[in-house]
């Protein structure tokens, strides 16, 4: 979100407030709440508005919200003026709030944005700025009328009627004359050293953001991704979703906290970006219900537009009094709806509407102690935020089913389930990785990357619907350095099969030797070429960066977060359709395969299309199916992709160890083989058709 800002200001409060030049440095200040009853507007009845150009100081109204539990209380407000532009969605209602519930919180709390403000029975607006090391009794009301257009951006008209002006104003107007905006709560005491008892200085507090099953390193990894929003991290208690890692069906009760209340101006608004074994929920109040709809916060979340985010009642479970700014501690109760838009002035959203939500589940098992343990989670689908969300979710389960960060080497199966995926819609990958200072971040690269690459495809939306990432862990070192490797012949011709010899260290442990066999193209031209034998994922797959730079703390590369960045070099090719993207992450190399390959030489002259004579067709599109999960001690030499023309040849040989280091070695490809050669039996392929097997067999 992109925040406003400018120099300082001042300026007199009055009715019509001048036109230009208060610019307001502002935050969010989201918050948490409950329900029960208050005096207010019946529920489910369509409320009149009390029209923006009538305010004047000295009106007195009353404002509706949750200090503790679900209950509804009632606090009083005086108006000052209206400042003209200076929230974020245009003009704002300066007040002053007083009353019991005011004088338990310590004034406008972390939490009561969205309380909706009425005067002669009408509704104003909502609570929507409140301010640090300050008056904490002095706050923004955002205007209904904005409110309301977001409301509009669900259906059709909101049944809402404008009357007639209000009565006289009142006496009895605070001491403040002036209001001066300061950029950051250092900058607020600097302004406020130099000015009268009668200005008040502001800085907008930021939305409390209530995490809930946590560890250090994902609440920091939390605190990195939303550092651009000005959020307030606060500690909160598990809503009923707990435990199940599904979001709780609609109308549900929580078991520990009481029967969810329906949504009401003035009740609690939660809305969850995760839930389940773990809960990342942002808490405001409601401001207006009409049928199935609401519109609460009285300023944006997120300001991200359309979204698809989990919505219910929430429960308070306590209003903390703090210098900078007071703040409430709650949780979601239980999703009753969903929010559709995150705007400048508001938030809206449907109950009776559940959020299509991603369900992950991580199991991880720890050899050292032979336990297993499983984390479950909804998250939201949302383009900037599901892969990060993931990511940390994921680190938190890992973190907490090891109880370490530290070495070790680990086995990873991930399954992605989407409706257009094909083999049965699942997509499915098996690779081993090890690390000698953080094996849990580690293994999470080749994960986050494939499931970027196929949520958000260029070609359609594969409806994922459901992720799986099962991972084992031995604390111990299970790799293997390549030590040498040999050809079992010297020389080769175009079509024959060339056996390669490797020699493998497993770390403290006895050579072991593995042979796996190389197909030479049928056009490959006569000369020396430079066979590499090496481990899997050259290029290693490791986190997205800008994931990365969210649990080390670093800063990504540049670029790094540009449209179009990918973390992978498939990726970066551009496949020409889904089948072709699916194909190519299939084909990616893993971390214990040995990897055999050369670049051949080819005559391209003298072809219509520039393409080597004879070279085979494209690759069919792959079925995704996982490959087999047990190697064996000897390991397993698998089918040689069909190649397109400039690809290296290339064979490759599973093994239980996470293959380390190269070797080299050069082999004479010499002239193809005469007919009547080929009859003799030299060895050579006395065929022009590829061959029907693998290129080789298992090694021995």
Known sequence: MRHRGGSPAAGELRSDSRRGGIVVWWAILAALVGVAVAAGPAFGAAAAIYPLDEVKPGLKGYGLTVVEGTRIERFDVDVLGVVRRAGPAGDLILVKVSGAPIERTGGIAAGMSGSPVYVNGRLLGAIGFGFEFTDHSVGFVT????MLQVLDRLSTEVPVRSEGAAGAATSGLPAYRRVAFARDASDARRIKLGAGRDTAVMVPVSTPLMLSGFGPRATAAIERLFAPYRLLMVPGGAGAAAGTGLAAPTGAASSDLGPAPPLQPGSALGVSLVQGDVELTAIGTVTYVDGDRFVGFGHPFLQAGAVDFFAGPAYIFRTVKAVNVPFKLGSLMTTTGVLREDRRAAVAGRTGVMPDAVQLAVTLTDRASNRSRTLKASVVRDELLTIPLVAITSLEALDRGLDRIGPGTARVIFRITGKELPDGGTYSRDNMYYSRFDV????????????????????QDIGV??????????????TAAIVKAQPLAKTARPGDRVGVEVELLPYRGQRQTRILTLQIPKDALPGTVTVTVRGGSAAAFTLPPEVASLITGEAPPAGTQDEGAQGDQEQQQVPSS?????EALSEREKNNQVVAEFYPGFDVQGTPDGHPTGAQDPPAASTGRMPPESQGAKGKQEKAAPREPGEPVKA????????EGSADFDLEIVEAASPSESNGGDGAAPSQKPPAGPAGSSGT
């Open 652 to 659: 490759t040989l599973l093994t239980p160890w996470v293959v």
């Open 440 to 459: 849990s971040a580690r293994l999470l690269g080749d994960f986050l990357d494939t499931l970027q690459a196929l949520m958000f495809n260029r070609f």
């Open 578 to 582: 889904l089948d072709k993207l699916i």
């Open 465 to 478: 619907r459901s992720v799986q990432l099962e991972v084992e862990v031995d604390p111990g070192r299970q």
């Open 143 to 146: 205007p209904i009328g904005d």
